[in-house]
């Protein structure tokens, strides 16, 4: 069946998939929707673009994408109450974000409001894929990457623009344990860590592996020259509280201004918190937690929104936070923030983007 909607090709699949759908076991990122968003860059300009059924998608092996990592993503996600509304939460952000990226990288811009659209339309299309469990969402990944077929280093001439979704439930469950990582490093400066790039994550992999070895969710980045200053978590930002404040690292171009990060620093400030974005030394955390001055600690990031950070490992030892019940800020940002989300909040930012 072909139907077109401003300007969207839309070829929808003969049957849905959705009853072969496990939704109390959806894990993350391993079930797909039924429909995916695909457009190609050539010849200097987007061409048109396409929703079809999700699946492969035939490459050469010569592709640059593969060779030299010209791949950037996005991460954002649909939310449905119980009145059956669905909303994305703040989808130009991470239009302007994959933008960003892609200018990092040398590759062509996509036009945030077509961007917004194509989001539009694969989550109205996939409606019935958005689930409303508690902790449950519909990850939404852009991602774009090099397609020249030509083994050759220098900017690719054409690119795929590719929309996938995925049903998901909780990231993390529980509070998580980290290690503070002194002798690899996420990014440095003058890098492309503030770029959502696909490269980033592959060079990162080793070190976290060796961390959950040794017992561990996550790494604590630190600074590629001294590795002194906290970076992020993971694939996170990382917040501290003490007492009315909130501290974190400011973004720098080696740090990933999230938008869970923002938004949390944002609230926190409607709330009456001090909002502090600036350098913060692994010795000043260390020195909080033995004096039992740091209230809290957690990742924030679009797959876990808030992850609680109970211990951290430094140099062998490990510092332990207050258990999480007893936390005041990040239980109650975690409940407020997927409450607006669903449309249970008043919208104050005008964050949200209503599809249904
Ligand atoms: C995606 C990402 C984040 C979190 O960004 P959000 O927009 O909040 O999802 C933080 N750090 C890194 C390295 C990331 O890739």
Known sequence: MIATTNQIEVHKVKESRIPQVDWDNLGFGT???????????????????????????AFSPAISALHYGQAIFEGLKAFRNDKGEIRVFRPERNAARLNKSAKRLSMPEYPVESF??????????????????????????????A??????????????????????????????????????????????GNAKAAGNY???????????????????????????FIEESGTMNVIFRKGNTLFTPAVSDSILDGVTRESVLQIAKDWGYTVEERKVSVVEVIEAIKNNELDEAFGAGTAATIAPIRVINYDGSD?????????????????YLDQLKRGLQEDTHQWNKRVI
């Open 319 to 335: 510092f332990t936070l207050r258990p999480y019940t007893e936390w005041e800020f990040a239980p109650k940002i975690s409940e």
């Open 116 to 145: 917004v659209e194509a989001i539009q339309q694969l989550v109205e299309l996939d409606q019935e894929w958005v689930p409303n469990g508690a902790g449950q969402a519909l990850y939404i990944r852009p991602h774009m990457f």
């Open 147 to 192: 397609i020249d077929e030509y083994v050759g280093v220098r900017p690719s001439q054409s690119y795929m623009f590719v929309m996938f979704t995925c049903p998901v439930g909780k990231y993390y469950t529980g509070e998580v344990k980290v290690k503070v990582e002194r002798e690899y490093t996420r990014a440095a400066r003058g890098g492309a």
């Open 31 to 57: 079930v797909f929707s039924d429909h995916m968003f695909v457009v190609e860059y050539r010849d200097g300009a987007w061409q048109k673009p396409e929703i079809k059924p999700y699946g492969t998608i």
């Open 202 to 228: 592959g060079a990162a992999l080793m070190a976290s592996a060796q961390a959950q070895q040794d017992g561990y969710n996550q790494l604590l980045w630190t600074d590629s020259s001294s590795h002194e």
